[in-house]
């Protein structure tokens, strides 16, 4: 069974500094990996796509890499603002199902 | 732009009712999904459907059950709710080619049991 790892659990920076979340799972066998953004009591946002082909993906200030062999993805965002602070998820995506992460919960103090 | 519409934000209802969810996506999407979001335990899949009338459990399909009659419309019915079904309930959709799986999300429906 899939496991997806969110690390760490929770992160507050300055307003201006970059952010570096990641996320690991433990079947490489994945189709592709999906990061999304959500906000208190909302739904699910989809910031970026990764194909198992890729290894990466750019989005404005997100950026993420992607990295099949050793189970790992990692969320890049440049020049963080208050607006970013939210929940960060990400998912792996085996035939069409999703595993999800638990998250990482990010607080962008201004 | 895809949207992924859920009948209701809120709800609460007693125990022993029978609820239904409704969801609706407008782009014309193969699969639809149903996750509840629960705090620790994070999102899982309750049920999925890659046709009309076709469906498949997911990981905790117990109490729950489904229903697509239509492409476009996905419902989430819990027979006779309990307070452990408490939860946010997500429904997602995506094509089944093309783009790949990028799965969109609705909103959610925020159910409390009481």
């Known amino acids: 069974k899939q496991e997806v790892t969110q690390i760490p659990a929770a992160l507050s920076v300055p307003e201006g500094e970059n952010l570096v979340l990641n996320c690991s799972f433990t079947?490489?066998?994945?189709?592709?990996l999906q990061w999304f953004r959500q906000d208190p009591g909302k739904g699910l946002t989809s910031l970026l796509l990764?194909?198992?082909?890729?290894r990466e993906q750019t989005s404005g200030r997100l950026n993420a890499s992607l990295d099949k062999s050793s189970g790992r993805s990692t969320l890049y965002i440049a020049a963080s603002q208050p607006g970013d602070s939210a929940t960060y998820l990400c998912?792996?995506?085996?035939?069409?199902?999703?595993?999800f992460g638990a998250g990482t919960t990010v607080t962008v103090r201004a | 732009d895809v949207k992924v519409t859920q009948s209701s934000r809120y709800l609460v209802k007693r125990t022993g009712e029978k609820v239904f969810l409704e969801c609706v996506q407008d782009?014309?999407?193969?699969?639809m999904f149903w996750y509840r979001q629960d705090p620790g335990l994070g999102l899982r899949l309750i049920y999925f459907?890659?046709?009309?009338?076709?469906?498949e459990k997911g990981d905790i399909p117990e109490g729950y059950s489904v229903s697509r009659e239509k492409k476009e419309r996905f419902s989430l019915i819990l027979e006779s709710a309990s307070t452990n079904q408490t939860s946010m309930y997500l429904c997602?959709?995506?094509?089944?080619?093309?783009?790949?799986?990028?799965?969109?999300f609705g909103p959610g429906t925020r159910l409390t049991v009481l």
């Open positions: 997602a959709s995506t094509q089944a080619g093309g783009r790949g799986n990028e799965q969109f």
């Open positions: 079947d490489s066998a994945i189709y592709n």
């Open positions: 990764i194909q198992s082909s890729q």
């Open positions: 998912a792996v995506v085996n035939d069409y199902k999703l595993s």
């Open positions: 782009m014309d999407h193969e699969n």
């Open positions: 459907s890659y046709d009309v009338k076709m469906k």
